[in-house]
């Protein structure tokens, strides 16, 4: 199992756990716990589902404020990057050249968390990898996982 998936399953194990301690054999214990947590892999995916059909409905949102808040995200850590990778190092150069050695230093933004998040707007992360490799995409991989037979 991915070790997201089970950082993601972390906080029931204790309930699948406690749930399935009342079943006295083992084998139908462990099958009583791949059901529990297939159950909750098949919650996680519709309610990923639910978000991406309310995302679109917010995108397609003719109002700024309701769709506008993706867009403001990704150009703000766009800007976070620019001024780190660009605008303050020719600024400082600049500054220097010039003598202006008066002024305070320029302000460090942190771009290590913009780069994260806009990672993760732009959807450049694993799970957009693992979606384009396996067959079915990530929903089939993560319920693969929980329904194969041994």
């Known amino acids: 199992m991915p070790t997201w998936l089970t950082a993601l ?12 301690s009342f079943i006295p054999n083992p084998e ?11 159950k909750l892999v098949e919650a996680y995916v519709s309610a990923d589902a639910d978000q991406r059909a309310i ?3 917010e995108a397609s949102n003719p109002s700024m404020f309701v ?3 993706r867009p403001a995200a990704i150009w703000l ?13 020719i600024m400082t150069w600049l500054l220097t050249v010039c003598g202006a050695s008066h002024i305070p230093p320029l302000p460090v933004l942190d771009q290590n968390e913009a ?3 806009l990672n993760a707007l ?7 990898t693992v979606d384009k490799i396996v067959p079915g995409g990530v ?9 194969k037979k041994k």
């Open 9 to 20: 399953l972390d906080p029931v194990n204790g309930i699948v756990s406690t749930i399935a």
């Open 28 to 38: 139908e214990k462990a099958k009583a716990q791949l059901a529990i947590q297939a």
């Open 55 to 57: 995302n679109k409905v």
């Open 67 to 69: 769709a506008g808040g």
């Open 77 to 89: 850590c766009v800007f976070v990057l620019a001024w780190q990778w660009l605008v303050s190092p």
């Open 115 to 117: 780069s994260i998040l």
């Open 122 to 128: 732009l959807g450049l992360s694993a799970i957009r």
């Open 139 to 147: 929903t089939k991989a993560i319920t693969g996982i929980f329904t």
